[in-house]
């Protein structure tokens, strides 16, 4: 089985940085990675899926980049509500450890 | 707008059998996969399996293949997630989500508000 590997699993930022988060993956998936955020007490939302593609409604200052095996989130300059825990998932299957993001 | 809607919370004792269901609307129900996902208390997602329901095709996760049991009844535009023989490390949040996608490019793309399940005796 395919295993994904998120680091790190925490991060203390403040608003307006810019954060990077790394997905890798155990074997090549080309671009089929996807990543999620996560509030507490939420269902999971769509971010970007294949690797790069923005979901709908997503603001800009999310994007995602990689292709086989190395994956990164970044987001250009946080604001408040983007303090959560992001997911990277295989496809529709395995998903990461996840990252929790907090307030610096 | 796309919906799923989970059933509510449910306590259980060890032993019990539990059903959990995820009612689409919005769209077409039997054209999209639907998948479970399970989060622990304080824990990650773990993708569980899917299901199709125009036919109730399933492929599992190997971590829950043989411990749980996913359905559909397109009729109702409703899939379930069984749970038998109930622990207590089967307390969890479990959430349903639309597969959307096409060329091997799929995601989650629509979730359920997720069914806290707590297994208590």
């Known amino acids: 089985d395919i295993q994904m590997t998120q680091s790190p699993s925490s991060l203390s930022a403040s608003v307006g940085d810019r954060v990077t988060i790394t997905c890798r993956a155990s074997q090549s998936i080309s671009s089929y990675l996807n990543w999620y955020q996560q509030k507490p007490g939420k269902a999971p939302k769509l971010l970007i899926y294949?690797?790069?593609t923005l979901q709908s409604g997503v603001p800009s200052r999310f994007s995602g980049s990689g292709s086989g095996t190395d994956f990164t989130l970044t987001i250009s300059s946080l604001q408040p509500e983007d303090f959560a825990t992001y997911y990277c998932q295989q496809s529709y299957r395995v998903f990461g450890g996840g990252t929790k993001l907090e307030i610096k | 707008e796309v919906q799923l809607v989970q059933s509510g919370a449910e306590v259980k004792k060890p032993g019990d059998s539990l059903k959990i269901s995820c009612k689409g609307s919005?769209?077409?129900?039997?054209?999209?996969?639907i998948g479970w996902v399970r989060q622990m208390p304080g824990k990650g997602l773990e993708w569980m399996g899917i299901?199709?329901?125009?036919?109730?095709?399933?492929r599992y996760s190997p971590s829950f293949q043989g411990h749980v049991t996913m359905s559909a009844d397109k009729s109702f535009s409703t899939a379930y997630l069984q749970l038998n023989s109930l622990k207590a490390s089967d307390t969890a949040i479990y959430y349903c989500?639309?597969?959307?996608?096409?060329?091997?490019?799929?995601?989650?793309?629509?979730w359920g508000q997720g069914t806290l399940v707590t297994v208590s005796s």
């Open positions: 299901i199709f329901p125009a036919d109730s095709d399933t």
């Open positions: 989500a639309r597969r959307f996608g096409e060329m091997l490019s799929y995601y989650f793309d629509s």
């Open positions: 294949g690797a790069s």
């Open positions: 919005g769209y077409s129900f039997t054209t999209y996969w």
